[in-house]
C-alpha cells in the first residue's frame, strides 16, 4: 500500500453538483472539495428536464483542475440521481435532455402499465416499489405518447451513463442504477426482457450490465488532447448516488438502519438476499443494488424535497432565509400543531409549497399554518413521524429492531430533523457523514485500486476520520402521542409486525 493516494470523485444530487478529491494516507481520509454548484431542474414548455451539458462541463473543468494541479490523482469515479435517462441515436449523438423524474408526464402511467401486468406480479418480478418515478413508467408513457422516438433511438443510458460515456466512448449501465429501474431481475442477474417486450420497449436499447468496482475505461486520448486532461481511468462506483451514500455508513459491522437524507429520504438496511414476498409488496418496499453485493431494503419517502421547495417560494415572496434561519423559526413555534403525510402525491411535482401544506390542513381538519415557522415546524414534523412509520415497516419486514438510526447525506447536517427524529423514533441518531455519496464514491475507487480491502474496512476508516454527531432522544411519551396523532390524520394503519 502506498503512503497516499488520491481519488476524484464527481457527485451529481438532484439539488446540487459536488466534485471532491478524497486522500487516502493508509489510516485516514481527507477531502478537499474542488467545486460545488448548485442543480435544479429547468422548466421548459411544460416539461422538466435536467442540464447534462451543464454537469458534463462542470465534471470537465474539474478534471482540468486536477491534470494541472494534482497529476497524481488516480482515478475518477461518477455517481449520480437516480431514474432519468436519455437516448442516443444510431450514430451516437444525445437525442434529447434527460428529463426529471418528477416530471408530470409519468402521472397516469402506473394505470396503464397495471392494464398489462398486475402490481403483484410486477413486484415479484423486480421487488421494486412501485412509484411514479421510475424509469419503466418513464418509458411505458413514451410508449404511450411518444412511440417514433423508438424508431430513432439506438441506446438507451442513465445519467451517469450518459457521462461515462462522453469521457470514455464505452456504452455500459452500471448494477445500482439499473436495479431501480423496475426492469431487472435479481433472479436472472440482469435486464427482465419479457418485462420489457411486454411493455412495447425495444430491447435493443439496452447496455450490458457491469458490477460496482470495475475500471469502465479510461478518458479517450481525444478528450484528453482537446481539454488538457492528463489520462486517467474511469472506475464504475455504485452509479446511483443513493448506493455510494449507504457504502459511506459509518458502521464497520452489522446491517445498518439508516436514512439517506436529501432531496428524497431514503430509509432502508442491508440485506444479503433480496426480500420479495407478500408482506414486502403489501408495504411497496424496494430491493435495489448496493456495493459489496449487498441489497439496499429501503423505502423512498419526499424528504427535503418538501422544505427545500417551501424555502424557494418564501425567497419568491421575497423572505431569503438561510437553513438555520428556517429551523430556528420552527424550533420557536407551536409544537405537533399540524401534519401532513410527505409522499401525498399533491407535494411530489415543484408548486407554491405552503399553499399545498395548508390546503392538506384544510382537507383534513386541522389548524391551518399560517406563519413562516408553523409552515416549516409542520414539515419538519412530518418527516420525523413518516421516518418512524417506515422503519416500522422495515423492522416488521426483517424481524430486526435496530437500536440506532444513522443518517447521512445533505440532511444529516439539519440538527432540528435529526433531534426531531430521534425523539420521534425513541433511539440514538448517528448523523454524519453529510458528504456520503462521494465518500462512498471515494472508497470504492480505493478499493479497486487495491488500496481499502473490502468495504467494513472502508466503514471503518470513515467512522475515524469523520466522527459523526450523536442525538439522543427525549420527550419521547409527547412525541408517542404527536404520532397517534399523525396516524390519525393521515389515515395510515399502524404497522404489524
Known sequence: MGSSRKVLAFDAGG??????????TGERLYLKQQSRIVNGTVSAGGNLYWNILGIYK?????????????????????????????????????????????????????????????????????????HRMNVMYQLASLVGERPYLFDYAGRLLFLPDILAYYLTGELQTEYTTASISQLYSHELNGWDFKLINMLGIPERLF??????????????????????????????????????????????????????????????????EPVINEKAHAMNCSNEGGVDGRIRLLKNVMGLWIFNEVQRRFAIEGRHYTYDEMNALADSSVPFRSFIDPDDEMFYEPADMPEMIRRYCRSTSQPVPETDGELVRTVLESLAFKYRYVMGELSALTG???????????????????????????????????????LGNGVEQLIALGEISDLSEARNIIKMSFPPVVYMPRETGRWDDGYGRFLEITGLAPVNA
Open 58 to 130: 462542470e465534471l470537465i473543468e474539474n478534471l482540468q483542475r486536477v491534470s494541472g494541479t494534482e497529476r497524481e490523482v488516480a482515478s475518477c469515479g461518477i455517481d449520480t440521481m437516480g431514474n432519468s435517462f436519455s437516448f442516443l441515436d444510431k450514430s451516437g449523438n444525445l437525442i434529447e435532455n434527460p428529463y426529471c423524474s418528477r416530471d408530470k408526464r409519468t402521472a397516469r402511467y402506473r394505470s396503464y402499465v397495471e392494464g398489462i401486468i398486475s402490481p403483484k406480479e410486477l413486484y415479484f418480478r423486480n421487488g421494486i416499489q412501485q
Open 400 to 438: 430486526t429492531e435496530h437500536d440506532r438510526i444513522n443518517i447521512v447525506g445533505g440532511g444529516a447536517k439539519n440538527s432540528l430533523l435529526c433531534e426531531f427524529t430521534a425523539n420521534c423514533c425513541r433511539k440514538p441518531v448517528i448523523a454524519g457523514p453529510t458528504e456520503a455519496a462521494a
Open 207 to 272: 447496455s450490458s450490465i457491469v458490477e460496482p468496482g470495475t475500471v469502465l475505461g479510461s478518458i479517450t486520448p481525444e478528450l484528453c488532447s482537446h481539454y488538457g486532461i492528463k489520462p486517467m481511468k474511469l472506475i464504475n462506483v455504485g452509479t446511483h448516488d443513493t448506493a455510494s451514500a449507504i457504502a459511506a455508513i459509518p458502521e464497520p459491522k452489522g446491517k445498518p438502519m439508516y436514512i439517506s437524507s436529501g432531496t428524497w429520504s431514503i430509509i432502508g438496511t442491508e440485506t444479503d
Open 15 to 24: 439539488g446540487s453538483v459536488r466534485t471532491l478529491q478524497i486522500e487516502y
